[in-house]
């Protein structure tokens, strides 16, 4: 499986991307809903990913969150560390899974647990 450099990609760069992402499906969500036609024209699909990005950006703010309360109490790592890039991947895909909407919702998760596996350094 390809691997990407940690110089590259990090957690903060994954906790980024989601909130920019959840950023343009906001404005956009309307205009995808208004072009959904497949497999039925029921308007939800900008909804249903908007909704599944807002899930998996909060997955990984609680991965930080967690973090940080662990550093605060001696109980995780060194304060001013981060999570891993690993650790903020996997739940990114995990929330995207969690909080799918609709086919759409399902798609995206699956796209986002390939691209986790990639950047963990899983194996398939």
Known sequence: ????PQTFFDALAVRAWCGLAL???GRAREEIDAIN??????GDTGT???LTVESAAAAVEAVFEGH?????TGAGA??????TLADA???MAHGALIGARGNSGTILAQ?????AQVLAGDEA
């Open 89 to 91: 991947a996997r739940a």
């Open 37 to 42: 036609v497949y497999p039925v024209a029921d």
């Open 23 to 25: 950023e343009a499906l």
């Open 1 to 4: 499986m390809a691997q990407v």
């Open 48 to 50: 249903n990913l908007y």
């Open 111 to 115: 796209l986002l647990r390939g691209m």
């Open 78 to 83: 060194a304060p001013g560390t981060g999570p």
């Open 68 to 72: 940080e309360a662990g550093a605060a």
